[in-house]
């Protein structure tokens, strides 16, 4: 029985998908409308309930629990919480103050002294990750790669934990970095009407990061609103990224001559 820690985006979809029909599982809905409350083996649990969600694991005998999809910081304010949850919460607290990688890696390490250990959320699914490459039939230019590498150097000089997974440079000159509400928030602001086809965003998992858990994600919506920025392509790391819907983000590249790059 393997444990099924369920937040929004349509990852989480992709792995019921092909999970459902091979092994034993049982989801613990985190998402602020219960998407998965139609499931017999799912439980709608807040995240202060972390006596709950422990007790639901424990009695279905669950040893290993997998993370997916994104799980807004609540307000802890606002939170009902069981016994267990009063203990746990001050920690939680304080590693929200360094932001959403340090809040999961404090979750993971209670769950570990409760022996239940955290697998990869890419364990069911490795067809959804890109290894390096180019994956559209356009490739950056001279000036693209100018800007990639501009993209990258500004992620790597952001502290050790922090929000943001991406940045978008054009021109050599950065634009945005990713800030709590996301990358779609991001790119709105990026929108420039002078430029078509200019620029990059780079998206690359946070310093710090448990790669076993909120890897960056992208899929045709991310490609949309890239192009609806004016950006020429996005660029991700190897193996170190969830990329849905494959197939028609390469057709919607290539249609829209914008390049998707692994780096």
Do not use: H, W
């Amino acid at each position: 029985m393997i444990g099924l820690i369920f937040g929004e985006t349509d990852f989480p979809k992709q792995i019921l998908k092909k999970i459902k029909s091979r092994k034993r599982y049982l989801i613990i809905d985190l998402t602020k409308n219960k998407t998965f409350k139609k499931d017999r083996n799912s439980y709608s649990v807040s995240l202060g309930q972390f006596g709950k969600i422990i007790k639901i694991l424990k009695e279905n005998k669950c040893k290993k629990v997998l993370f997916a999809g994104r799980v807004k910081k609540p307000r802890f304010s606002k939170l009902r919480l069981d016994l267990k949850g009063v203990y746990y919460m001050p920690r939680i607290i304080k590693s929200a103050k360094l932001g959403d990688a340090a809040i999961l890696k404090e979750i993971i390490n209670i769950l570990k002294k409760e022996k239940i250990k955290t697998i990869s959320s890419l364990a069911f699914n490795p067809e959804l990750t890109l290894k390096k490459g180019n994956y559209s039939t356009i490739k950056p230019n001279k000036a693209d790669i100018q800007d990639i590498n501009k993209a990258i150097k500004t992620l790597n000089k952001l502290g050790k934990y922090t929000f943001s997974q991406g940045t978008v440079v054009r021109m050599k000159k950065v634009v945005a970095i990713e800030g709590k509400g996301g990358t779609q928030k991001m790119l709105k602001r990026c929108k420039n009407k002078k430029f078509k086809n200019k620029g990059v965003l780079v998206k690359f998992p946070k310093k710090k990061q448990d790669l076993r858990i909120d890897l960056p994600t992208l899929g045709l919506k991310t490609l949309k609103q890239c192009k609806s920025a004016g950006l020429k392509g996005i660029v991700i790391k190897d193996k170190q990224n969830i990329f849905l819907e494959r197939k028609r983000c390469i057709k919607f590249a290539n249609k829209n001559k914008m390049f998707i790059t692994v780096k």
